[in-house]
C-alpha cells in the first residue's frame, strides 16, 4: 500500500517564509511594548506621588492633596480667591490675595471668643521665636463676627496679648465674604448661633491654614496641643527652602 505524502505548500516551501513570520511576531510584540511602555509611562507622568522634599496642594471638595509643579495646570486647586476684601486693625483696606507674596498663615476666631480662640492665639505667641527665622511670613487672624468685630476692637485685641508683630494682621470685613472663604478654600466649620437677642456665639475650627507666596493652600494644621504646630515649622521650612 502507498501511503499519500501531504506535499508543503508553495510558501512554506519558501526559505523566507519562516523568517518573514518571525520578523512579522517579533514587530508586532514590540510595537505592543513601545505602546504599553508610552501609555504606562503616560500613566505616571499624569499621577500624583507624596514627595517628601515638598508640600502638596489640595484639590476637589475632598482636598485631595495633589504634587505639582506647574499649579497653575491643575484646575480646581484651593486658593485664596481674587478679591477677597478684608480690612485691618489699623482701618486699611486690604485685598488678601493681591495683598503681597509673601507666606500666610490663616486662622479664625472672634474677639469675644473663651474657648479655642485664645488657645489658637496664644500657641502662635508660643511659636513666635520659631517663625522669625521666615522673614516673608505673614499671620493673619480673621474675625468670624465682622458686625461686633471693628477695627478698634482688634486693635484692643491685639494689644490685650501684646502683639507686636508688624506682619501679624487681624481683620475684620463682610461675614458671607468670610464665610465663604473660611468654608469654601479652607474647608473649615464656621457657624454662628444666637444665645439670646442680639447675642451670639460661634462654633468654629481651631485649624490654622498654610497659604505659599501664589495664595494656594498648602498645609492645614490643628492649633491644640504641639504635634502639628511643629510640623507647621517643619513644613514651613520646607515652603521656604
Known sequence: MQ????KPGPNLMKPNYFFGNIVSKTTSIFLF?????????TCKENQSYPETDSLPYFSGKDFDPIWTKVPNESPGLHQIPEGFKLTNHLGNQIQLREHSPKISLVVFFYATCRGICPMITKNIIQIEPQLSEFKDLEISSISINPKEDTP?????????????????NFYTGELLAIESFAKTTCGAEVEGFSVEKNKYEFVHTENIFLFDGNKYLRGIYRAKGTGDIQRLVADLRILTK
Do not use: D, H
Open 3 to 6: 501511503m499519500n505524502e501531504t
Open 152 to 168: 478698634a476692637v482688634l486693635s484692643k485685641y491685639r494689644t490685650l496679648y501684646k502683639i507686636q508683630n508688624p506682619n501679624w
Open 33 to 41: 511594548c513601545l505602546v504599553s511602555s508610552f501609555v504606562l509611562g
